[in-house]
């Protein structure tokens, strides 16, 4: 049987920002609640008609999406959930949203996700004597070695090493992402996405998205040694971000006069071997392809992906055959920058902008949002524009 359709009727995000940088002094509720109420306000729904929000984050801890619905003024009786999916939080909290109220548990739901990273609390290990010392913990794994503030990216070399993807491809890769992303810049194709926490050009625009010279990004060491491909040019950093969408059942979408939304069609998820992290968001999109139930692939024209490195967005389109101009056309992480737990809601809002905000869609109908998650977990999910 299928489950009733539900419908993504407004998205909206953050700037992201570098940690330490242009949210340094915010919490996780000031980068929510103003994203929030604009979400709201687009769908023309009032804060008192929610009837729950669901929030993906990996750092905050004590249930922020509590914090975030009584930050943002809804109703005391609606029910807030945090998810920690790792990377994939925002993504599984949307996807999460949408089988609650297919289920009929809620007829109006706000999901999506949040990082403060720049504010989020220390964990520190536990001494196992009183001889040892507390140390840090990181938000990679357990036991992985550090890169500078960025994830591990080990299994990103490996999977440049087996295709065959060089550090020229990957650098090519980088500048090609930054270069789309400043067009869109100018095509104000982020205008209704971003919400600008104050009134100024830095708020409007990720901070990160400023491109490289490409003798400067052909200069930088390998982060692996001399024998390496990556670099902090061509991964994706942490940062801060937040992005949420408004979804309703059909009977409110219909009750609204049926406006443009984006529709949750089918999902995978699934985990790989330790030490192949990078492959898991295109063993996601492999499964997905399995349930599309006679859908043409083919149908599918946008691919957004978190990717942790341009190994990761450059292997999706060579293994599935994929255009290079269907995968992240406005820059993907890379450019922007990765928000942990909010970057898989930032690629639901990316698929909004393109589908159901922009004028320029041309009949485009389908697309796709995928990506990995620290422990080697891939999640994909198809979205249709109604």
Known sequence: ????????????????????????????????????????????????????????????????????????????????????????????????????IAAGEAEIAVAGGVEALSTAPWRIAKPRSLFQTPHFIRPEPLGAPPMAEHVPHISCEKLALRLGITRTEQDAWTLASHRMAAEAREARRFVGEIVPLRTTTEEAR???????????????????????????????????????????????????????????VVNAALGVEPGEEAEAPLAAVRKLYGRLNGLDRSAISLFELSEASAVQAIALGRQLGLDGVKINPDGGAIVRGHPFGASGAVLVTRLFSRLVRSEEAHGARYGVAALGANGGLGLAALFERV
């Open 1 to 100: 049987m299928r489950s009733p359709p539900v419908y993504i009727i407004s998205a909206r995000r953050t700037a992201i920002g570098r940690i330490g940088g242009l949210h340094r002094l915010r919490r996780v509720e000031d980068l929510a609640a103003p994203v929030v109420e604009a979400a709201l306000r687009d769908a023309g729904i009032g804060v008192g008609e929610v009837d729950e929000i669901l929030v993906g984050n990996c750092t905050a801890g004590d249930n922020p999406a509590r914090l975030i619905a009584l930050a943002s003024g809804l109703p005391v009786a609606a029910t807030a959930t945090t998810i920690d999916q790792q990377c994939a939080s925002g993504l599984e909290a949307i996807l999460a949203a949408a089988r609650r």
């Open 206 to 264: 990720d901070q990160s998205a400023v491109a490289p010279d490409a003798d400067d990004l052909a200069d930088l060491e390998p982060i692996a040694g001399e024998n390496g491909t990556l670099t902090t040019g061509n991964i994706s950093a942490l940062h801060d971000g937040g992005a949420f969408v408004v979804a309703v059942s059909e009977a409110e979408w219909e009750r609204r006069g049926r406006p443009p939304a984006l529709r949750p």
